[in-house]
């Protein structure tokens, strides 16, 4: 599996009669990293939802190299390569560390499990521990792996950040940008935190009340 290329052409969609998204045009090339920036509630989150199959959609196109992931349900969507880590760090509070890793999934590859314990030590450290005794950091990194062990080729991360102490942050962001690194997948990060995103970032997307109203490199801005 390599990392896909992400074409998104004049998108709208919301929430039942709401439209929140006002034709939104993105291309992303296979193995890119973009940082998708903007104010609070300008439709960041919707954006990764509805390319996950999570909103309403009204119109326009989601290409993923080629495949139209609008005609796909979510679970498709998934299978077809994508991999949607959430702003809200879902996780099984009364699981273990690794049942919440292993959760959903019919084998129990252990090789993946130690290539995410590799990713983030602290992890196979409280492989025992409950999801619910986690702290936030812990939580994004266990969401992150369960994410990753699926193997998409299009990442799509939302505000992992949000909330974290700066040394977390810090391990977090250096994760990710190992991650992308290895050319296996497509990453686009929302993220608040300018120098986290730029650090990141080949490629940066401002929206604005739904719309795309900047976009180029981050020593353009
Ligand atoms: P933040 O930076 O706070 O995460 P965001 O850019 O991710 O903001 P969204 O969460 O996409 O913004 O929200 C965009 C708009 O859609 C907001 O007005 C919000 O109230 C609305 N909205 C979000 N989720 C829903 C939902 N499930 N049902 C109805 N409206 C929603
Ligand atoms: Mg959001």
Known sequence: MSAAKLEITELTAGYGQTRILEGISLSVPAAGRTAVLGRNGVGKSTLFATIAGQTRRYGGQILMDGQDLTAMDGSARARAGLGFVPQNRAIFKSLTVEENLFAGLKERPRGD?????????RLKERRRNMGGQLSGGEQQMLTTARTILGRPRLLLLDEPLEGLAPVICDELMAAFTELASTGRM????VEQRLKAAFDFADHVVILERGKVVWTGTPGDL
């Open 186 to 189: 497509t990453v686009l990060l």
């Open 113 to 121: 499990i130690e290539e995410a314990y590799a990713m983030f030590p």
